[in-house]
Each structure stands twice: as structure tokens, then as C-alpha cells.
T-cell receptor
């Protein structure tokens, strides 16, 4: 079974721009969660989608948003990028909403 | 979310057992104990989880104290590939923890050849 894939793997953007990251879960998994990892704050939960509905949200500003498609693929969007948004963005999929999560390799976003 | 406390770092020698402790004195009755690890330059990887009884799988064993206020992840024979940050996480089986893992700082495990 193919693992969780994330595209792109690396991205460089300028302050004020917006960015969209993509995540394809393991086949059959309906739950997709997103996390931000920075050296200062560690791994922090952004939000979770299940059957195209956001069911849980972390403590991030409204500039961070996401969606999930009918095939369970998910995207997250960050608008009006700030330097502090530079981070590794990880997505994880799960076969049930409280089951173990399987993480992708992440997208490394650098904001200049 | 209930809090966990782990040592910042631990060291081990290759092929020796490793016991990684985790304290969670405020654990509730519905909290599962999960362990994940993150190898360098990779996303976190699920290791094991349990509720009350000790658990074993191909990667590790999880020993849970009788009062559930602490647990220990056991790697039976450490290899260089086990060098990683290990996270002990409590997940509420009820409530609104859908899809959410709350990561702490974890334990950095160094394995010496």
C-alpha cells in the first residue's frame, strides 16, 4: 500500500503571498490531519478533516485553512504569508478518527 | 489535554535494550497512551499504543503502570536506525480529540555503535 504523499516537498514563497499544499492519504483512509512543525514550537495540530468536513481545529489564525475532497485528498492553504509561517507542514491519515496516524514526509515551506 | 513528561534525552548502545519513560499523572480513564517517533528528516511514525494492559508489537513493547500514571516504551534491541525523537502522547477516546495528536518535546534517543 502506498504511504501518505505530500506535494510539493519544498517551497519558497515571499511574504504576503499565498500557498497551497497537497496531501494524498493512504488508500481507504478518510481522516486527514495537518500539523505545523517549527524548531521553537515543535509539532502543532492545525486541523482535521473527515469525509470532507472539518471536525477539529487547532489554535491557528484564520489565514490557515483547508479542505478535503470526495476522494479524501486534502489541501491546506495559507494566505498572506508571514516569515513565521516558515515550517515543515505534515499531513497524516488515519482509517478512523481516533486511530493511529500515518504521516507523510512533509512540505518544507520557506517564507522570505 | 492531559500532559506527559519525558526526559529530554537518553543514550543507548547498539543491541542493548532501551527503556523510555513517560509520566502522565493527570491521565483520565478514557486516555489511550500512544507512542510515536520521528527519525531525522522524516515525518513522525506510529510505534505503539495501549490503554491499561501491556502491549507488544514488532517494533516495541509498552509497559503501563498499574495506576496508569506512567508508562515505559521498551525497545528490546536498539539499532542505529532507532535513533530518533520519541513522543509519548495521551489521546482521549471520547471528547473532541478527533484527528488530533498533542506532541510534547519528546525524548531524543541517541544510539551508539
Amino acid at each position: 500500500k502506498a504511504g501518505v504523499t505530500q506535494t510539493p516537498r519544498y517551497l519558497i514563497k515571499t511574504r504576503g503571498q499565498q500557498v497551497t499544499l497537497s496531501c494524498s492519504p493512504i488508500s481507504g483512509h478518510r481522516s486527514v490531519s495537518w500539523y505545523q512543525q517549527t524548531p521553537g514550537q515543535g509539532l502543532q495540530f492545525l486541523f482535521e478533516y473527515f469525509s470532507e468536513t472539518q471536525r477539529n481545529k487547532g489554535n491557528f489564525p484564520g489565514r490557515f485553512s483547508g479542505r478535503q475532497f470526495s476522494n479524501s485528498r486534502s489541501e491546506m492553504n495559507v494566505s498572506t504569508l508571514e516569515l513565521g509561517d516558515s515550517a515543515l507542514y505534515l499531513c497524516a491519515s488515519s482509517s478512523e478518527r481516533r486511530g493511529e496516524q500515518y504521516f507523510g514526509p512533509g512540505t518544507r515551506l520557506t517564507v522570505t | 489535554d492531559a500532559k506527559t513528561t519525558q526526559p529530554n534525552s537518553m543514550e543507548s548502545n547498539e543491541e542493548e535494550p532501551v527503556h523510555l519513560p513517560c509520566n502522565h499523572s493527570t491521565i483520565s480513564g478514557t486516555d489511550y497512551i500512544h507512542w510515536y517517533r520521528q527519525l531525522p528528516s522524516q515525518g513522525p511514525e506510529y510505534v505503539i499504543h495501549g490503554l491499561t494492559s501491556n502491549v507488544n508489537n514488532r517494533m516495541a513493547s509498552l509497559a503501563i503502570a498499574e495506576d496508569r500514571k506512567s508508562s515505559t516504551l521498551i525497545l528490546h534491541r536498539a539499532t542505529l536506525r532507532d535513533a530518533a525523537v520519541y513522543y509519548c502522547i495521551l489521546r482521549d477516546a471520547g471528547g473532541t480529540s478527533y484527528g488530533k495528536l498533542t506532541f510534547g518535546q519528546g525524548t531524543i534517543l541517541t544510539v551508539h555503535p
